[in-house]
């Protein structure tokens, strides 16, 4: 019996053998087989987020000061007259919209003196005039130092006394294209002066400077 299972191994290891490669073959064509309704691929599913953020406009506009006395007196109390301005006045603005424009007004046409029974009149609109002494006219001027600003017409005159006018239907005084942060964008002055007979008192006039931005 021994001898037979002997003779007989060689037999049983080849067909182990055979087996295990036919099993091999088997498994390699089995997954080369496109079979229908199975898929090999890999399995993939989405989803999309919409994502968004909101940007105001937006638009913030000062001045150095609020309050503008006018020195030397146009006339002293010797008679002698003389032009007087007030201090250098920084208008600051900062926007995001792609432009903007200051345009500037007076409350009176000129200087009303406190109590009626007189007035200096302010330079008329679309023009410029030279505040000379002992002449009346009262108006203002402004400059600027920051890139792209414009001032208008007829009040870039800064270091004279020519002047546009401040009278009640307003006039551009600065503009630019593009925003930018809050800066220093222009300074304006106010000149005025009068003849040595103008009623004595106090004169006063309320500048309104408006800013306007838009897209």
Request: net charge neutral; hydrophobic share 40%.
């Amino acid at each position: 019996m021994p001898e037979i299972i002997k003779e007989n191994s060689s037999i049983f290891v080849a067909l182990a053998v055979g087996i295990v490669l036919a099993a091999v073959c088997l498994l390699s064509i089995w997954g080369m087989i496109a079979w229908p309704g199975i898929s090999n691929a890999t399995q993939t599913a989405t989803v999309t987020i919409n994502v968004s953020a909101e940007v105001k406009e937006w638009l913030t506009f000062g001045a150095s000061t609020t309050n503008a006395s006018m020195t030397p007196d146009l006339v002293n109390t010797a008679g002698a007259t003389a032009v007087a301005s007030s201090s250098a006045i920084n208008l600051s603005l900062g926007t995001n919209t792609s432009q903007w424009s200051l345009t500037i007004r007076g409350t009176n046409n000129g200087l009303s003196r406190v109590g009626g029974g007189a007035s200096i009149s302010s330079v008329a609109d679309s023009a410029t005039a030279t505040v000379s002494a002992g002449v009346d006219n009262y108006g203002a001027n402004a400059t600027t130092s920051y890139s792209g600003v414009t001032v208008g017409t007829y009040y870039a005159s800064w270091g004279n006394t020519v002047v546009g006018a401040l009278r009640t239907g307003g006039q551009v005084l600065a503009s630019r294209n593009g925003g930018h942060s809050y800066a220093n964008v222009a300074t304006i002055r106010m000149y005025a002066a009068c003849d040595a007979a103008q009623l004595a008192g106090t004169y006063t006039d309320t500048v309104t400077i408006t800013a306007t931005a838009g897209t």
